[in-house]
């Protein structure tokens, strides 16, 4: 296995677990205020859409650490709208046409979707903002944030020594999203705590 693989392993090792911190804050504080759904599903689109593509690159670390990605992730959305049946049958079916669009579409096409899906945390930027404006507590995580934000490091070394200039892209943006995320975070609960 290449030394660069072993880094993957190791930025995926810790990102797939960015919504374990998440999911058990919603379920802690007994509600999701202030955390997008939206955002959520998206982030659970990316993680199946980067399985696929491991696939594509002939990548174990980026395959293997986004299907967990994928099942943690989804963890968050089953703790933000409940434990019914629909969201049990319409996950795995969402991921697989997801996962099943990137292996079949054209690369042109697949790279400019995952460089969209680079924006799934738009929504959460958007409704941390909404909480700073309206003065509101949020139970976003920042343990999760930071979680995503090492893992986002390791992804971008891991991307710069591969010369993947897609992953390059994609991780440049992402960490963008991220620190704009913890800095409104922290924002709300200084305006919470003054």
């Known amino acids: 296995m290449a030394p660069v693989e072993l880094l993957g392993f190791l930025a995926g090792g810790i990102g797939m677990f960015f ?24 982030m659970f689109a990316v993680s199946s859409a980067w399985a696929a593509y491991g696939v594509r690159l002939g990548a174990p670390s980026v395959l293997l650490t986004n ?12 703790a933000l709208v409940g434990r019914g049946r629909r969201p049990l049958v319409w996950l795995p079916l969402f991921a697989a046409v997801v996962a099943a669009s990137v292996l079949l579409l054209p690369t042109p096409v697949v790279s400019a979707a995952l460089v969209a899906l680079v924006f799934a ?6 409704e941390s903002v909404r909480s700073l404006r309206d003065g509101r507590a949020s139970a976003v ?26 992953m390059i892209v994609t991780t440049a943006l992402a960490l963008a999203m991220n620190l704009s995320i913890m800095a409104l975070e922290l924002r709300v609960r200084r305006a919470a705590h003054a």
């Open 67 to 78: 299907i967990i990605a994928g099942s943690i992730n989804g963890s968050v959305v089953l």
């Open 121 to 126: 945390q738009l929504p959460q930027v958007l």
């Open 19 to 42: 919504g374990l911190p998440q999911a058990r804050h919603v379920r802690a504080v007994g509600h999701g205020e202030g955390v997008s759904l939206t955002a959520w599903m998206l």
């Open 141 to 166: 995580s920042m343990q999760a944030m930071v979680v995503g934000l090492v893992s986002l490091l390791c992804w971008g070394t891991y991307a710069l020594i591969s010369h993947t200039r897609l």
